[in-house]
């Protein structure tokens, strides 16, 4: 496997493991309002990437379909969505400031569920980047390097702020800071690991790209809706989410139309 797609396979990750670094060197807590900006800018980035990067392509390489070129499109979003809808409640997980944990009834720790919430939310991100480069390789999805960079590289940016976010609540829950930049990075684990398996599987996969492409964006667009905006609306009245929204939906904008 050619080295700049390994390295394009590893961005997010390393974006998580960076950001979990952060609990040696942040004293307190993250405040709320901060919690609130940074999920907000992780929303934008996902809800962006999920149209420029997945769903334009998907529809763009379906254009032989002519009217029903949506159809792949709506099919793939759709079973994207209902595969989250099924992770979530089959994994037993705890949201962050959530008292009670979701999915099947666990005798897990909460640190342990919380560390799942992430990792439930990171497959989607992994899958994303793992399908775009899968284009790429196989030339069905008129994917460039660039294109799939911009991707690794604005998940990566989102995955920053919610690597802090996990460490940090996990000291505070009374873990060591080695355990939670730990437990921080192996959130992140999830995404190169799916990323590589659906590489390898790119030549058997190539026939249902548009599906695959839409897939992702789906599963990524529950964890928005279903995770990331009420996180980013709890607690006092605020517009710093929404702005931040903003401001990482034009930015992986940007990054894609640029790059790609």
Request: aromatic content about 8%; hydrophobic content about 55%; proline content about 5%.
């Amino acid at each position: 496997m050619d080295n700049s797609i390994i390295a394009g396979l590893l961005i997010p990750f390393i974006g998580t493991t960076a950001g979990s670094a952060c609990v040696f060197l942040m004293k307190r807590e993250i405040r709320p309002s901060v919690q609130r900006a940074l999920t907000g800018f992780a929303a934008g980035v996902m809800v962006a990437a999920s149209v420029w990067s997945l769903i334009i392509p998907a529809m763009e390489q379906s254009e032989h379909m002519g009217k029903f070129s949506f159809a792949p499109a709506v099919t793939g979003f759709w079973l994207g969505i209902l595969f989250l809808l099924l992770l979530d409640n089959i994994i037993p997980h705890l949201h962050q400031n959530a008292e009670k944990a979701e999915g099947p009834k666990s005798e897990l720790q909460r640190t342990t569920m919380m560390v799942l919430a992430v990792a439930l939310h990171n497959i989607p991100e992994g899958m994303a980047v793992g399908v775009v480069y899968a284009g790429f390789i196989t030339g069905s999805a008129n994917i460039t390097a660039g294109g799939a960079l911009a991707l690794a590289v604005g998940i990566a940016i989102q995955n920053f702020p919610e690597g802090a976010i996990i460490s940090m609540p996990l000291h505070s829950e009374g873990l060591g800071k080695g355990r939670s930049f730990l437990y921080g990075t192996l959130s992140g684990a999830v995404e190169p690991l799916g990323a590589l398996l659906t590489i390898f599987a790119a030549g058997f996969v190539t026939p249902v790209m548009p599906y695959l492409l839409c897939f992702a964006a789906g599963a990524m667009i529950y964890v928005v809706v279903e995770e990331l905006i009420p996180e980013m609306a709890e607690g006092e009245h605020s517009n710093v989410g929404v702005l931040m929204f903003s401001l990482g939906f034009t930015l992986m904008m940007a990054l894609d139309v640029a790059l790609g």
